[in-house]
């Protein structure tokens, strides 16, 4: 999750919200929970941090799959603090397989110093903010992301946003099966255009096979799906006018060669 500082501005309140709810839905035990939130730093942190806190710390912790799964959970957070991760609230077990709801932060320097142990997957009611001091700092931060499923940005709705965006989304997109634009990954639809996978090997298909074309390239391709990108952002391939008029799409359920 990248939020990017005019919606940090511009809606703080509102994404604390639904990134709370985003976290905790099934206690965290979605595939694409998002655990990893980047901030940049300004005026609108402190506020939006005691907002997710707050609603975090408000909203009873639920039932884990296990009690592996409690274990695990907390041997994962043992691993982000002792990176250099702070404990904001929560990072204990609770009777009946539950874990308190749990938010970590770090700055974007420290994740830095240690990129991998910061990203130990950290599965159930637990996400982690960094903090980065600008834009070059979150391009080194992007550069060190193992693939995700998704990614998520959120951006102002004026326009003051889409520099940073440009910058920003290139390194992205190769690290992540969905990319989407002021939604929580949470919600999925299944569609034709929806993708459950990200950077290879995670799309490998063991029906592909190295020989003959064209499924030699199907073997090696990366999925990429785009949801609720703002149509300025997508692709020529995927924005309502077909580039070339020949071009083949499939919209909604029916290959057509015309403008959407």
């Known amino acids: 999750m990248l939020i990017l500082p005019g919606a940090l501005a511009e809606r ?24 990893l939130t980047v901030l940049f730093a300004g005026p609108g942190v402190e506020p939006f941090m005691g907002s997710l806190k707050t609603r975090l710390e408000s909203a009873p912790p639920a039932t884990l799959l296990a009690a592996s799964v409690v274990r695990n959970l907390a041997a994962s957070v043992a691993t982000l603090e002792a990176a250099g991760a702070e404990l904001v609230t929560g990072g ?85 099966g969905r990319l989407l634009n002021d939604k929580m990954p949470t919600g999925v639809a299944v569609t034709a255009a929806m993708n459950h996978g990200g950077p290879f090997p995670a799309t490998g298909h063991p029906g592909f096979t190295a020989v003959g074309i064209p499924a030699a390239l199907r073997r090696f391709t990366m999925l ?37």
């Open 12 to 35: 703080g309140a509102k994404i604390a919200e639904e990134l709370a709810a985003s976290c905790l839905q099934a206690s965290g035990q979605f595939c694409t929970s998002p655990g």
């Open 92 to 176: 204990s077990p609770l009777p009946a397989n539950r874990f308190a709801n749990t938010l970590l932060r770090v700055s974007g320097e420290t994740f830095l110093a240690s990129p991998a142990r910061l990203q130990t997957e950290a599965f159930g009611n637990a996400t982690l903010v960094v903090v980065v001091r600008d834009a070059d700092e979150a391009a080194l931060l992007l550069g060190h992301l193992e693939g995700n499923l998704t990614a998520s940005i959120y951006s102002d709705t004026q326009g003051g946003d889409d520099a940073l965006y440009a910058r920003l989304v290139p390194g992205l997109r190769a690290r992540c």
């Open 224 to 260: 990429q799906c785009y949801d609720q990108v703002r149509p300025q952002r997508l692709p020529a391939a995927l924005q309502n006018r077909n580039p070339n008029g020949i071009m083949w799409r499939l919209i909604d359920g029916s290959y057509s060669q015309k403008d959407c």
